[in-house]
């Protein structure tokens, strides 16, 4: 079946540096990934759409400077928090959908952020 | 845009009963309804889906319904188990690199052994 691996799984980093989230189809080209924030006890909220080759089509409200997204390979999408501050702590999660399942989406196993 | 709600949030049932989760949607180009389990830490897993041109579908002890007129889709897990514990989020999508999954917001089950 479609594996989606994501890393880190925990990162803690200290105020004002950046970090890199890294999501990687396995065995399957994922043309669309979506990346996802969730805030403990709370629901999945979609932050971005990146489409391999292209530019990645932000959410409103979330700051496409501070969230750089790339998907430059139908295998690896990265999110990079810029600058990172304690409130962008959070739960990271990313989804990524095949051409040849119209429906399907995999989910990675996200990464926890802690900014201090 | 499409706004899913999700009820009830939390839910505790005995071991061996049923359980019920329910949503609704607003957008009526949603054409795919997916239920998550999401344990502690982890990311979400799918457990069962269903498409807009089918009204019900099942998988063992979980069981999905769609009623499209309504705009809303349910869960259902017979014979629950302690490791059915976790909290589940339907969503919704008009579908493929079309679309992207707007969840509820969640209900956290616990089964009582």
């Known amino acids: 079946g479609a594996v989606v691996s994501q890393h880190p799984s925990r990162v803690i980093c200290k105020s004002g540096t950046s970090v890199k989230i890294e999501c990687r189809s396995l065995d399957f080209q994922a043309t669309t990934m979506f990346w996802y924030r969730q805030f403990p006890k709370q629901s999945l909220m979609l932050m971005a759409t990146s489409n391999e080759g292209s530019k990645a089509t932000y959410e409103q409200g979330v700051e496409k400077d501070k969230f750089l997204i790339n998907h430059a390979s139908l295998t690896l999408s990265t999110l990079t928090v810029t600058s990172a501050h304690p409130e962008d702590s959070s739960f990271y999660i990313c989804?990524?959908?095949?051409?040849?399942?119209?429906?399907?989406?995999?989910f990675g196993s996200g990464t926890r952020l802690t900014v201090v | 845009g499409e706004n899913v709600e999700q009820h009830p949030s939390t839910l505790s049932v005995q071991e061996g009963d049923s359980a019920v989760i329910k949503c609704t949607y607003s957008?009526?180009?949603?054409?795919?309804f997916p239920w998550y389990k999401q344990e502690l830490g982890k990311g979400p897993q799918l457990i069962i889906d269903?498409?807009?041109?089918?009204g019900e579908k099942k998988d063992q002890r979980i069981a999905v319904t769609l009623n499209k007129t309504a705009k809303h889709f349910s869960l259902h897990i017979t014979e629950t188990q302690p490791e059915d514990s976790a909290v589940y989020f339907c969503?919704?999508?008009?579908?493929?690199?079309?679309?992207?999954?707007?969840f509820g917001k969640g209900t956290k089950l616990s089964v009582k052994p």
């Open positions: 989804s990524a959908s095949r051409p040849q399942d119209f429906y399907g989406y995999t």
């Open positions: 269903i498409r807009s041109n089918v």
């Open positions: 969503a919704a999508s008009r579908g493929g690199s079309q679309g992207n999954l707007i």
């Open positions: 957008d009526s180009a949603s054409n795919y």
